[in-house]
């Protein structure tokens, strides 16, 4: 079977649009560094947090998720009539967001920061998820959509295989706090492929108006 994907095959087959490209780096960094610590949240939530146990843990999940919805669907309804380079804007800033959400995590004391900074990633998420999708939707090479649908869940979910034991060992070996600060640094890295892009997209811009 793999052989029948490759051989055979022309390298314009194998082309993706830069922006295409750029969701599927910035996910992989996205979904490791969050899947690097939900597994194992009630652990530290139990043990780490004074009057913290799995209920807690549980609970504050579901406030992210509430959180989550509603920003989306405010995120949404902004993003429909937005220009490309405002959701490349927003996508960063909820990036950004939600590596302050992890930082939360490795400074907090109490439950109630649990929900607080749970709720400040759901936000981040909220709000860069719509614009992020919307971003890979509408650049999508024409009759490779599955294709490319297909590379990008391909792709993150082998990068959450691996962070979920990474995650479970540097906690182990390294404790929670710095966990957290590596997750946050690495989701940082999300951010550096829509840089890219944009600086790249502007340049091009910039040299077509002085041409003319």
Known sequence: MIKEIFIGRKPSDFHMNPIVKAFIVSEIFLWSSWNAIVPIFAIFAATKIPGGNTEIAASSFSSYLIVRVIFEMISGRYLSRSKEMQKFIISIAGIILISLGYIGFAMTKNVYSLFLFYGIIGMGLGVSSPAKNSLFSTHLDKNKEVAEWSMYDGFVLMGMAMSATIGGFV??????TFLFYLVATTNLL????????AKRRKGKEEKLLTSQ
């Open 190 to 197: 999300s951010i550096i492929p829509y840089i890219l892009y």
């Open 171 to 176: 906690a182990s070996s390294y404790g929670f």
